[in-house]
């Protein structure tokens, strides 16, 4: 028998069956010729299934046994000597070997911005701290993404660019060293002219007309006499990277940013920094990363996918998929899972389970954000065993209000989004759903969940095909 094309080899069972019929799935819808059966036993198969092939692919970096202490290149741990041109020749050193492990012993060790390098893994010991500079000039000027849109600006603190194999691990510190009066006043305040004090907000909007213009990246120069601010940790066009047991303290802005970068792991790493859009990870058009046993204690989302903003997403054009997020821990924080607000690249096919969230500072534990600005896909997302304790907007928010609302020509898209076994014990809302009338949110399911301690009705408008199975809010049912 053949099938799409391809042989059905006697030895198949119902799930290779399976498999084979979805890869055809498309080539029969374009020509016309999809057949009702088919369809029906493909949409039978469980979301879930894909979790282990995702974990499958996604593989530990491998660094030699080589170790180049970072002492022995001249670095300091007293708090006031520049280890910058230090750390740049051990970890230039362990690369030309092929190679292994550049070690940061206990101290705090004063340093610029640190540029990995491929099959090198930074580790600091217990008691080590590398904080950095409140100098721009220490951070040189790179190709990074600020806010979803490509530029040339400050180094992000520690940055790589097309490497492979590359790793921050250990029980040491990262202390990005911002406050009020260094990198966090670039922010500014709501409604504060750039133009009488040194904030971003002509800057921003500078770079975003750029953006809609189509300006080439290389011409899009900011960096010293303006003030968009660095991310912390930025693999940039990379692959195989290992972020682990590391503390975040003090970013000043995006804390773990990968950007179009596949195979990405991010362990039991701490965060906490309540600065100004401190989002805790941050994966970027990225592919297959995970994201597990970590703490987030942050000034803004603590983990938020997106995939670029407006014009400059779709140009790029580099979707976010095949992330897994699992046993992570949020405290203060806009949104502990969220995707967006910039998507317009799309995301799919994001996994979140056994996390547990609670503060009167987090704003909702799943929640998803678009607008017509971005109008990005965003499909295929699921979330199990999540237990909230107290938010102070809704469990599940998904807006398509965010920002600019109905101010863009484009289309938001959210559809296929399942949450199972998701408890809460004070919200405002259990469920705060705002779709657009001409594009609603499609095809929203709950099952097994209980809501407590929930302050107001559900909003659900433009919205089509939301179901509720076993689901009680203030103890009773709902449907």
């Not at 492990?101 to 010991?125: C, E, M, Q, W, Y």
């Not at 803004?300 to 992570?328: H, M």
């Not at 995707?339 to 996390?355: H, K, L, M, T």
Request: proline letters at 5%.
């Amino acid at each position: 028998m053949r099938i799409l094309g391809r042989e059905h080899p006697r030895s198949w069972g119902r799930r290779e069956f399976l498999k084979a019929s979805c890869r055809g799935l498309a080539a029969l819808a374009a020509t016309g010729t999809a057949l009702s059966w088919l369809a029906a036993e493909a949409s039978t198969q469980e979301p879930w299934d894909e979790l282990p092939r995702i974990l499958d692919r996604i593989k530990l970096p491998q660094f030699p046994a080589r170790e180049f202490e970072a002492a022995k290149f001249g670095a300091v741990g007293d708090g006031n000597f520049d280890c910058t041109p230090a750390f740049a020749d051990a970890i230039t050193a362990c690369n030309k070997a092929g190679g292994g492990t550049v070690v940061v012993p206990k101290g705090t060790f004063l340093s610029g911005a640190i540029r990995l390098k491929s099959h090198v893994n930074l580790r600091l010991d217990s008691g080590a701290t590398i904080r950095f500079s409140r100098d721009p000039a220490k951070f040189p000027i790179v190709l990074t993404r600020f806010e979803g849109v490509e530029l040339m600006n400050y180094s992000p603190f520690i940055y790589a660019l097309e490497e492979e194999n590359i790793g921050i691990s250990g029980s040491g510190t990262l202390d990005g060293n911002a406050d009020a009066e260094h990198w966090w006043s670039w922010k500014g305040s709501p409604g504060r002219s750039s133009e009488i004090s040194h904030t971003q907000d002509a800057d921003r909007k500078r770079l975003f007309a750029m953006s809609e213009s189509r300006v080439p990246v290389e011409q899009r120069v900011f960096g010293p006499g303006h003030f968009l601010r660095p991310n912390f940790i930025q693999p940039y066009r990379c692959k195989n990277v290992l972020i682990e047991g590391v503390t975040l303290l003090h970013s000043p802005m995006w804390e773990v940013h990968p950007v179009l970068s596949s195979n990405v792991i991010v362990r039991g790493v701490t965060i906490n920094s309540s600065g100004p859009n401190n989002d805790g990870c941050n994966p970027e058009s990225c592919s297959d990363v995970l994201i597990e046993n970590c703490f987030f204690n942050t000034g803004d989302d603590c983990i938020a996918i997106k995939s670029g903003r407006n014009e400059d997403g779709r140009r790029v054009n580099v979707p976010s998929q095949n992330i897994v997020v699992q046993n992570c821990r949020m405290k203060d924080g806009h949104g502990g899972v969220t995707i967006g607000s910039e998507v317009s690249g799309g995301i799919r096919n994001i996994f979140a389970q056994n996390c547990e969230m609670d503060s009167p500072h987090l704003f909702s534990a799943l929640r998803i954000k678009n607008n017509a600005m971005r109008g990005g896909d965003i499909e295929h997302i699921f979330a199990r065993n999540i237990k909230v304790g107290q938010v102070s907007m809704a469990g599940i928010s998904i807006d398509f209000y965010y920002e600019e609302g109905k101010a863009g020509k484009f289309t938001p898209i959210v559809r296929n989004v399942q949450v199972q076994n998701l408890t809460t014990h004070e919200a405002k809302y259990a469920v705060y759903l705002r779709g657009f009338k001409h594009a609603p949110i499609e095809q929203v399911a709950l099952s097994n969940c209980d809501f407590e301690g929930v302050q107001n009705p559900n909003v659900i408008e433009d919205v089509k095909n939301i179901s509720f199975s076993d689901v009680r809010i203030n103890g009773k049912f709902v449907s």
